[in-house]
């Protein structure tokens, strides 16, 4: 039961360089979120999808792109790189339904040097 | 104001002890209430729903004031494996959209 998975676990990139965290998830989830927490922030939104061809813009999208071409996989593209999003990375994904309750991938640690 | 506010702690008990956090809202509309735990450098894992008229699991009371806009969340007996950070997670508006608090940290001592 391998529920949401994300890759890689740690990351280091040099300014300007583009990477893609990778977020697949088994459980046939209808949405699906990223996060990046900060110390003394908290988990904040940086795009979200309500299915397949569907995405939207949370709290802090600048500088990341998303795309939703399947079910399973979400994945987040850093663009160019800034080490101001030196940052813990989830993904989550959930049922649609009011009470449905958020799983997390095990985070990603991206530094940005 | 923050859409979802929490007292930061760190909250020190010792083992046994009964401790409550709080946690406020500002969108009278939110719809759903959730609590959960984050273990250092670790994901957040649901902890338990909260529903309007108050639910237990165990050890772990959650209650909801939907008039004063403010969950609660309580501990009681608490031993060395409930030191985490608790979230406070409110959905509101589009049923995609949760909004984390930045935590309350316990640390249970013995």
């Known amino acids: ?113 | 104001r923050k859409e979802v506010e929490q007292d930061p702690g760190p909250f020190n008990v010792p083992e046994g002890a009964t401790v409550a956090f709080n946690c406020t809202y500002s969108n009278s509309a939110s719809q759903s209430f959730f609590w959960y735990r984050q273990d250092c450098r670790k994901e957040p894992k649901l902890l338990m729903s909260v529903y309007s008229s108050g639910n237990e699991d165990g050890r772990f009371t959650a209650q909801l004031n939907r008039a004063s806009q403010y969950i609660s969340l309580l501990i009681r007996d608490s031993k060395l494996s409930d030191s985490a950070t608790y979230l406070c997670v409110v959905l509101t508006g589009t049923a995609s959209k949760l909004t984390f608090g930045t935590g309350t940290r316990l640390q249970v001592t013995l």
């Open chain 1, 1 to 113: 039961n391998a529920g949401v998975t994300q890759t890689p676990k740690f990351q280091v990139l040099k300014t300007g360089q583009s990477m893609t965290l990778q977020c697949a998830q088994d459980m046939n989830h209808e949405y699906m979120s990223w996060y990046r927490q900060d110390p003394g922030m908290g988990l904040r939104l940086i795009h979200y999808s309500v299915g397949a061809g569907i995405t939207d813009q949370g709290e802090v999208p600048n500088g990341y792109n998303v795309s939703r071409s399947t079910t399973e996989d979400f994945p987040l593209r850093l663009l160019s790189a800034a080490p101001s999003q030196t940052s813990v990375y989830f993904c989550a994904s959930r049922r649609q339904g009011a009470n449905q309750p958020q799983h997390f991938g095990d985070g990603t640690r991206l530094s940005i040097l």
